[in-house]
Structure formats: structure tokens, C-alpha cells
């Protein structure tokens, strides 16, 4: 059985004739579909009738996420989960060749919190770059006729993100190019060359920009969890773990619920084909400190929130505008922040008092 959150997608998307039936019958490979993004697309694709195989390495994604809630799994994993590094050009190769999907749904790059951004760029950009190019250049060979890639508001430029406050950028914002981290270059270079691809050859080719996501299945580890799941882990193991917030909590981003980013990302082949770059954002701007009051509250616990000034902060500021959205593929934020936590929340409680996640690494 669907979950709830993909039932409510599918649902929505049908009541809106926006087409979904297209995915009926269709072959697909998502990159990166072990992932925390990939495994909820993987499930809404097979929801939609889609035949799904994913390639991952598992570097940040698990089998785990690919099973549904009563523990079936949700793609045949004998033959369906092809494991791969797609560093390696001859892997991206043969999947696209032995797969031929009518569409590549491409997620796969090295995505982490801010600590480990920041500690490994030329390693983020060296290997993203790869990935990205290697399956660009792979489909291209092979063939396929459609692929959708995933960029990232981390690549706006410094300067329009130096505090909070500032007006919700739009696409053409992103150049003159000047990301802040090597993640935000690799994603940019990202949609550069799938841009590329789209003009060279015959395939078409989606772009979405998406800011912060969150929600059920983000990684809570240490070592590489983004800012919301890690001060989740913070407020469900308080006090043997003490809830110390990164930098001043004044930097502020757009936080996008994951069920809603599958509902854009469900969208892009009906109606977001060779369109440039879609922002998807929420066009609000949270600041860390509220959304650690926000944690506070709905943990229910009595916190002291600790913000530690030494720490890294990234970006000051940044939000996204979502008219081309709206316009090209009729998406809309459909959850708010609060109830977007508060099934996050929930979700992780539940996974750290089972024992279920790694917490460390
Ligand atoms: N999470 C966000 O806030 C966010 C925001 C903007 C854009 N994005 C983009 O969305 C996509 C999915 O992000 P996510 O949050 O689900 O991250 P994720 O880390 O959960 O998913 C990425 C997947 O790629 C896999 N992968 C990494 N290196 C690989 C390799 N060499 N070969 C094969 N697989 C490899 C990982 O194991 C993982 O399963 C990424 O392209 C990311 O840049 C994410």
C-alpha cells in the first residue's frame, strides 16, 4: 500500500488532470533512487504505474528507504536496484544502455550538511562534476530522449544571500555566477551542462531548482545531516544529546516539504520540458533560531537552546519565488512549515526509539 504522503500527491495531481497518467506503462531510472528525495519519487513513479529501476552506491541513500511503511519492498530489488558508482563513466554507460528508460530522473551527487560541505569541497566538486557529466553523457549515447535534473538554490550568488531579509530571487538571478560553497558550483554546473545537453542534442531536458527540502527519510547522522534533520535528532534525544544550533541562528533559508518537491518534480516531464531552471521554494524566509524554537515546541520538551557562534553558518539569507512554477507547472506550496515538522518529527522519534537509523556517520 502507498503511503499517506504519496496517496495525497497522486491524488491531488489527479483531481487536477495535470496528466499523471503519462507515466503509465513508462520505463524510468532514477539516479540517486536510494536517496531521500529519489525514494519517495520511486515510490510515487511505481504508484503511477511506472516499471522504476534505481542505480545508487549507497553513499548517502539506503535499501532501507526503499521499502513501504508494512516492510514490502517497493521495487523489485533482485533486479530492479542496480547498485553503481556513476564516477565511473562505464557505469552511468551501461545503466542508460541495459535500462534504455524512457526517462532518467537524475538525483545522484554528494549532498551533506554544511560541516561536511565545508570540509571537503574539492572532493564535492570533483566528484559531482563527474556524476553529472557522466550521465549526461551517457544518455546522450545511449539515446534516451528525456532526463530531469535536480539543481540547487545553493548555487544563487553570495552577494544575494548575505542576510535575511531579502526579496525572494528568481531565476535569472543566478548569473553573473558566484556560488558561495563547491556544492553550489557542482549543482550549477549541473544545470549549465544539462542545459547544454538539451541544446546539443535531441533530448529534452527539465531543470528544477529546488531550496532546502526537508522531511521523513532525510538523514539524521552527525557526520552529514542538513540543518532540520540534525536539530531533530538534537530535540528527540535531548538531554543525553544538548541542542546546540549552528552559528548565530539568524541565517535564515526557504524550507520546502518533500512531498510537495515530489509533486513538482511528478510534474516537469508533463509540463517543464525545456523551460530553463524552475525555482521551487516557498518565497518565505525561516530564520535557524525560529525554526529551533519551532523543534522546541513541538518536542514538547523543556530545551535549552545553545547557539554556538564558532560554528560555520553558510548563507545569511535566501528565499525563492515560485511564479514560474506556478505559471509552467500549476505547483504551489501545498504544506506548511509547522505541519511539514511536525511529520518529520514524528517520523524520526519513531526511527531513533527503534533503533533503526544511524545516528553517527
Ligand atoms: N535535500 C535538499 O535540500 C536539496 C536541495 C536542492 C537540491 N537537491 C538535489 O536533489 C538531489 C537529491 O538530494 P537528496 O537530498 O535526496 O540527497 P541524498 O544524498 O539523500 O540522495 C543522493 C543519492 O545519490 C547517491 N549517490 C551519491 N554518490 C553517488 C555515486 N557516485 N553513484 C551513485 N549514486 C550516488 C547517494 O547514495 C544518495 O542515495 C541531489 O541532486 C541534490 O543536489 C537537494
Not at 510515487?44 to 516492510?71: C, F, I, P, Q, T
Not at 552527525?222 to 552559528?247: D, M, T
Not at 557562534?309 to 553558510?314: C, N, T, V
Not at 512554477?325 to 511539514?340: C, I, N, P, R
Amino acid at each position: 500500500m502507498a503511503s499517506m504522503m504519496i496517496s495525497k500527491i497522486l491524488e491531488r495531481l489527479t483531481n487536477e488532470n495535470v496528466g499523471i497518467e503519462w507515466y503509465h506503462g513508462k520505463k524510468i531510472l532514477v539516479t540517486g533512487g536510494a536517496g531521500f528525495i529519489g525514494s519517495w519519487l520511486v515510490e510515487a513513479l511505481v504508484e503511477s504505474g511506472a516499471d522504476v529501476y534505481v542505480v545508487d552506491n549507497l553513499w548517502r541513500g539506503s535499501l532501507e528507504n526503499l521499502k513501504r511503511e508494512d516492510g514490502s519492498d517497493v521495487i523489485n530489488l533482485d533486479d530492479h536496484f542496480l547498485y553503481g558508482d556513476l564516477k565511473e563513466f562505464h557505469t552511468a554507460s551501461k545503466v542508460c544502455v541495459d535500462v534504455f528508460p524512457d526517462i532518467i530522473f537524475h538525483l545522484a551527487d554528494i549532498v551533506a550538511g554544511i560541516d561536511y560541505v565545508f570540509s571537503n569541497e574539492p572532493f564535492l566538486f570533483r566528484v559531482n562534476n563527474r556524476i553529472n557529466s557522466n550521465v549526461f553523457t551517457a544518455a546522450r549515447e545511449a539515446g534516451i530522449k528525456r532526463l530531469v535534473y535536480l539543481g540547487s538554490a545553493c548555487s544563487y550568488p553570495k552577494e544575494l544571500q548575505e542576510k535575511p531579509g531579502s526579496v525572494p530571487l528568481v531565476e535569472e538571478q543566478m548569473y553573473p555566477a558566484n556560488p558561495e560553497s563547491a556544492y553550489g558550483w557542482s549543482k550549477l554546473m549541473g544545470e549549465y551542462e544539462a542545459e547544454l545537453l538539451q541544446k546539443y542534442s535531441d533530448m529534452e531536458v527539465g531543470i528544477l531548482r529546488l531550496h532546502n527540502v526537508y522531511g521523513p527519510r532525510a538523514i539524521m547522522s552527525k557526520k552529514r545531516s542538513q540543518v532540520i534533520p540534525s536539530l531533530i535528532r538534537k530535540a528527540v534525544l535531548y538531554p543525553n544529546e544538548e541542542f546546540i544550533v549552528w552559528g548565530s541562528g539568524q541565517q535564515a533559508r526557504d524550507f520546502v516539504y518533500v512531498g510537495d518537491v515530489i509533486d513538482a518534480i511528478l510534474r516537469v516531464p508533463i509540463k517543464g520540458m525545456n523551460k530553463g531552471p524552475i525555482q521551487i521554494g516557498t518565497a518565505k524566509e525561516t530564520t535557524i533560531a525560529e525554526l529551533a524554537s519551532l523543534l522546541v515546541s513541538i518536542s514538547g520538551k523543556k530545551i535549552n537552546i545553545i547557539y554556538d557562534k564558532d560554528q560555520p553558518e553558510g548563507d545569511g539569507g535566501r528565499s525563492g519565488n515560485f511564479n514560474k512554477a506556478k505559471l509552467l507547472l500549476g505547483w504551489d506550496v501545498f504544506t506548511s512549515l509547522e505541519e511539514g515538522l511536525k511529520h518529520t518529527f514524528d517520523w524520526a522519534s519513531n526511527q531513533i526509539s527503534k533503533g533503526l537509523v544511524n545516528l553517527d556517520d
